[in-house]
């Protein structure tokens, strides 16, 4: 046997070139014993398997449970995952030798395999592998784990995976007759705050058909319900967390959709219904960016999005530069026609991109740097792309507090914006200030776009969901003051979002039309006004 | 109500004694009768002749003729708002949907058990598994109470928001976007299964009116006739408010509302009567438009239906009640032909004519065939653009 063993090793060593070590070489010989067509030996094997301490074991013996294992004729291991193999021993054969063949699992061998796998894990010197066990136990109540769980608990260092064995053991004593065990459940749940355990506990805490208590215990039943309560206050502060994240998440996309629109409006008194368009016109401009580098730097994919942003700030400038010239310019003065004529304009924008890119919705992949996210708390991720979103609202802000507050073009702006005609005295090209305004208005809209196609699919109606919201901030916030803005955006985001749970988005959405209607009974100008002497409001 | 349209109202009635001349010349007078001839008469006539017949009106064309009429009205209503008080409202679909509702409700009550599911409750409820009929609901099984919905509620939803609205002195574009806002937050109400009114499915499969098959053509040319009364109702009833002393008041608020305050009137009686009056109109030809097209959903209340609203009557001419309806027509039928021989290109047109209209036609389609067209205004922009 030993020398036939030796022969595949000398074999092995030709091709590896890596030290072979013993244990290896006893699992090898372990596992062939698997293939044994009598139980008791598999069984024994499967025991002696267990004792043993290396990862390879382990993963021998999982791939068994899950009917992953095959074994070539000298007997390693190798993992099948969806139809390749992986060799399970690290300094093993990378190809299997000879025939494979996959050991037969019984159902009486799994209910066997199952406390094995269990106390092997929660015994592996690995932590990482210890806590997912550990947890994975949690999940479930596992009855027969018991007294394996509570040698475990004895034996754990870890803090961490010591109360994830707590908790474990928790469910199983909590369905037991020990009453102080029973106590040191509720207590170790309550401590968690988990919501997984409110079913348990909740159960404690109902009555029977005759109207009596399901559980008899009185000082049971009055600790389970103080751990009922504090669960769900730490649930209550959890979804807390995440509504006021997505609060500021949406607070600054209707930033970056409202802060051109409060630009134009401020400075032009005309509403743009051709605002979400331009948003629109920005998110297929990052499309085509993230289009144009596929085809051709599939290399560079992931750099599109920091093309993507100049270019869809050059695209809606352009086209709103456009409009501006060709029909704003002409309806000054009559605020209401230019309302419908930018409708006119939204419909004919609408219809084009539908011409070009079709009327299906297209999807703008993140890159790669922006995938994902990190968990931060039970039951809330926080995504990159929506912190990236939130980073990037602050950065246009700056951009757009930096053009109207320190660049000559922004001195006329806010020039012609607090009074006209006095500002075309005092010889401020006032047409032509109106016609760069526009442009920049647009193309900030651009930049919402590419946010927004970061967040959800990119669609030709894709504006038509945040004109009202915006106008809504531009309403709240007052014009002219960038300030207003940021507070009208991130106010409405926060409402809105906090609002949802309690009252459902619909109703959430009529109660701030209702509170924005009071609003302005008191304050007509919005939050921020800019103070004039006009007997003009607006 | 009273108080705060006291003025506005009183203003109505001490001219209330004056003659029909006033309202409408005695030329008017003749083509009014004219067009109730046309209107009431030759359609049914042309559609009651064999088939056979060159002259042979088809029967789809009675209603969608019955449909032009509701918005011909609508038309009237925005024009009585936008074009004589300069208050445009963007939000006009709303009262229009509540009317139809309104109907709605009452003609999904007279079906009776005879629907899909055989319940005495409308259909949807018994899809939703709803085991009674909600309160609101009880009374639509009398016809004079929908009647009266079909003028109260979006009466008196307009007085409230307009109360609220014109008190805080919100005017132009603030208001017209306020309204818009109001429109959204309805639709998205009217989508939900749990207000009550059917959810996005809306109110369908109506079977009867007031006893008469709403199948039948006669039923159909019976409301058709009914729309063309109403429509030209309303014309009256905006012709008597817009040559009243309220009228001119109310074209004084829509050029110089600072002078007409400083003058010691109040401008937000005038637009609350004005307003509240519009929406009544409105309400009234959603309730004509429905049984009609046989549904009503809340795809109405979309924004851009409301918008559309306004461009009939910027194309027919603001400030002319003959306009405004004349755009309706235009525009809808314009559309009915678009959508159906080139789908595609309906939006650009509808987009082009809100540039258009606004950019050369400042006075619709009244105002050029009055002035001739503006060749010489076309030639100027055009050198204007080239400069």
Known sequence: MRHWVFAVLFACVAWLASPRDASAEELTELTRGLMATDDATVEKVVLSISQRTEPAALHTLSALLDGNLRVDAAGHPFLNVAGKLQPILANGPKEPQGKLATPSVDNRLRRSLEPVIASMKLSSPDRSIRLAAAEDLAKRRSDDLAPLLRKAQAKEQDSTVRSAITLALAQIDLAGSDKALRLAAISAMQESGDGQYKPDLDRLLTKDETGKFREPDESVRRAAAAALSRIESRMFLYGMVGNVFYGLSLGSVLLLAALGLAITFGLMRVINMAHGELLMIGAYATYSVQRLFEQHFPAQQDLYLIFAIPAAFAASATVGYLIERSVLRFLYGRPLETLLATWGISLILIQTVRLIFGAQNVTVANPSWLAGGVPLLPGFVLTYSRVAVILFSAVVVAFVWFTLQKTPLGLHVRAVTQNRQMAAGMGIPTRRVDSWTFAIGSGVAGLGGVALSQLGNVGPELGQGYIVDSFMVVVLGGVGKLAGTLAGAFGLGMVNKLLEPVAGAVLGKIAILGFIILFIQRRPQGIFALKGRSAEVA | ?387
């Open chain 2, 1 to 387: 109500m009273t108080t705060a349209t006291t003025t506005a109202t009183s203003a109505l009635a001490q001219d209330s004694g004056r003659r029909l001349e006033n309202v409408l010349p005695k030329s008017g007078w003749i083509t009014l009768g004219v067009c109730l001839l046309v209107f009431c008469v030759s359609v049914p006539v042309l559609n009651s002749l064999p088939l056979s017949s060159a002259l042979h009106l088809p029967d789809y064309l009675v209603t969608l003729f019955g449909k032009f009429l509701c918005f011909a009205i609508v038309a009237i209503a925005m024009d009585l708002l936008w074009g004589y008080a300069g208050i445009l409202s963007l939000g006009h679909g709303v009262f229009f949907a509540i009317g139809g509702y309104a109907m709605g409700m009452y003609l999904m009550r007279t079906i009776g058990s005879a629907g899909v599911y055989r319940s005495n409750l409308p259909d949807f409820m018994v899809f939703l598994d709803w085991k009674e009929l909600p309160w609101f609901w009880k009374p639509f099984d009398n016809f004079a109470f929908a009647l009266i919905a079909v003028v109260a509620v979006p009466g008196l939803l307009a007085y409230a928001f307009g109360f609220l609205a014109f008190r805080s002195r919100i005017r132009g574009v603030y208001f017209s976007i306020i309204t818009q806002a109001l429109t959204f937050a309805l639709m998205l109400l009217f989508f939900r299964n749990e207000t009550g009114l059917g959810g996005n499915n809306g109110l369908t499969d109506f079977k009867q009116i007031y006893g008469y098959r709403i199948q039948d053509q006669s039923t159909k040319v019976g409301l058709y006739v009914l729309s063309a009364l109403g429509m030209l109702c309303a014309f009256l009833l905006a012709r008597f408010v817009t040559t009243s002393k309220a009228g001119r008041v109310l074209r004084s608020i829509r050029d110089e509302e600072s002078r007409i305050m400083f003058l010691g009137y109040d401008p937000t009686r005038f637009k609350l009567f004005v307003y509240t009056l519009s929406a009544v109109i409105c309400g009234v030809a959603g309730a004509l438009y429905v049984p009609q097209v046989g549904i009503i959903n809340p795809s109405e209340l979309q924004p851009s239906n409301s918008i559309e609203m306004a461009i009939w009557v910027a194309v027919g001419g603001r400030g002319s009640l003959i306009g405004a309806p004349l755009g309706a027509f235009v525009v809808n039928g314009a559309k009915s032909w678009f959508t159906v021989a080139l789908p595609e290109f309906w939006l650009y047109i509808l987009g082009v004519l809100f540039v258009a209209v606004t950019l050369f036609f400042p006075q619709g389609l009244v105002g050029a065939v009055k002035r001739g067209l503006p060749r010489d205004k076309l030639a100027a922009l055009l050198s204007r653009v080239r400069k």
